[in-house]
């Protein structure tokens, strides 16, 4: 058995300690360093996770201890900053969704992967579901998918800097739904319409509903649809998803089993593997790219698309037209060249041939 992983970990607020508990209920890795700007909250998270002798301090160079990997669990406005630092100095990353507040922001990091040659992968946990996996599984049964839809209505009272937010459902959440439409159907979107309005009895200052049709390049559609602002009737949090193919129809709660059946009327069962979930399985996957140098889910490069699709849906919803995520992609290189300062990421950028290319969205 390989000796386990040492993770030094950023950020102890409350998706750290979540990660906390994973880390302690994971024996391939093992914890040597907690950092947070809040000496206090870091000792005092360590403590009550049984990390009673680990070392914190405020920042990673502060921190003596040595390590094989980052998990950055830090706010979205630090996670350039923290994941470029630990890049640079040698260290793969795990880093929290959403990568980064911007595109221009995640290109940069992604350049700061391809500088120090190491790891960086965003821990997308909905693509862990056992029973996402089970749906992908019974689509790939079906044939290809013509339409796929997510449906997301949620009341929750936040408070604090989501209720105050210019697009707080397609900004804080809509990128776990998106995100995972590219897992599913398999191809990459192309273009973005969407309309985002705030309903009259809404608690947040800026637009809590959205509805989005995105078009994938093999022609397939994705819609979503949802609001933060839907008492009574809830969904699940990870949304309720039909998907129609040539071969039948299948659908996901978000939190039971996936039903399908073929166009015959002939049920298709749900297989459900012995999977890790969630962070979880984000760490697990992540952990076996470090040691075997494969790709995973989630890898800078990829990722970047996923939030391209947020901001261009937000762009949409501006405008009032489609906006192609190409256009999202390649308007944040220009900033990204225009405000890079390190001398080494900005000849990383300029060595790209295309930005699309870099991150997948052309072959």
């Given at each position: 058995m390989p000796e386990p992983l040492r993770l030094l970990q950023v950020g102890a607020g409350g998706m750290g300690r979540a990660w906390l508990r994973t880390i302690a209920a994971n024996p391939d890795v093992r914890l040597v360093g907690l950092v947070d700007l809040d000496l206090e909250t870091a000792r005092t998270a360590a403590d009550e996770h049984g990390?009673?002798?680990?070392?914190?301090?405020?920042?990673?160079?502060?921190?003596?201890?040595?390590?094989?990997?980052?998990i950055d669990v830090?706010?979205?406005?630090?996670?350039?900053?923290?994941?470029?630092?630990?890049?640079?100095?040698?260290?793969?990353?795990?880093?929290?969704?959403?990568?980064?507040e911007t595109v221009r922001e995640c290109l940069q990091m992604v350049a700061a992967s391809e500088v120090s040659g190491k790891l960086l992968m965003v821990s997308q946990s909905r693509r862990y579901f056992r029973a996402v996996n089970a749906f992908q599984r019974q689509l790939?049964?079906?044939?290809?998918?013509?339409?796929?839809?997510?449906?997301?209505?949620?009341?929750?009272?936040?408070?604090?800097?989501?209720e105050r937010m210019a697009e707080p459902l397609l900004?804080?959440?809509?990128?776990?739904?998106?995100?995972?439409?590219?897992?599913?159907?398999?191809?990459?979107?192309?273009?973005?319409?969407?309309?985002?309005?705030?309903?009259?009895?809404?608690?947040?200052?800026?637009?809590?509903?959205?509805?989005?049709?995105?078009?994938?390049?093999?022609?397939?559609?994705?819609?979503?649809?949802?609001?933060?602002?839907?008492?009574g009737l809830e969904t699940s949090w990870n949304g309720r998803w039909r998907a129609s193919t040539s071969g039948g129809t299948a659908t996901w709660d978000g939190d039971n089993a996936p039903i399908a059946a073929l166009a015959s009327g002939e049920a298709l069962p749900a297989v459900m593997a012995d999977e890790p979930e969630e962070i979880a399985g984000s760490l697990v996957e992540f952990v076996d790219a470090v040691r075997t140098s494969a790709t995973p889910q989630s890898e800078v490069h990829s990722n970047v698309v996923s939030l391209a699709m947020?901001?261009?849906?937000?762009?949409?919803?501006?405008?009032?037209?489609?906006?192609?995520?190409?256009?999202?992609?390649?308007?944040?290189?220009?900033?990204?060249?225009?405000?890079?300062?390190?001398?080494?990421l900005q000849?990383?950028?300029?060595?790209?041939?295309?930005?699309?290319?870099?991150?997948?969205?052309e072959a």
């Open positions: 990390f009673t002798d680990l070392p914190v301090a405020a920042s990673i160079g502060e921190l003596a201890a040595e390590f094989d990997a980052v830090t706010v979205p406005v630090a996670h350039p900053k923290v994941s470029v630092e630990a890049l640079l100095s040698g260290a793969p990353v795990l880093c929290e969704k959403p990568l980064a790939a049964e079906l044939g290809p998918i013509g339409t796929l839809s997510c449906e997301f209505y949620k009341a929750p009272h936040f408070s604090g800097f989501r900004v804080d959440m809509a990128i776990h739904q998106f995100d995972l439409s590219r897992k599913l159907l398999g191809s990459e979107p192309v273009s973005v319409y969407c309309d985002s309005y705030n309903p009259p009895w809404s608690w947040f200052d800026g637009n809590a509903a959205a509805s989005a049709i995105f078009t994938y390049a093999d022609g397939s559609r994705f819609t979503f649809t949802g609001s933060w602002c839907a008492p947020v901001e261009a849906a937000v762009r949409s919803a501006g405008s009032g037209a489609p906006v192609r995520i190409a256009d999202v992609i390649t308007d944040a290189y220009t900033a990204a060249l225009a405000t890079t300062q390190d001398p080494a000849a990383a950028l300029k060595a790209w041939p295309n930005p699309l290319k870099a991150v997948g969205l």
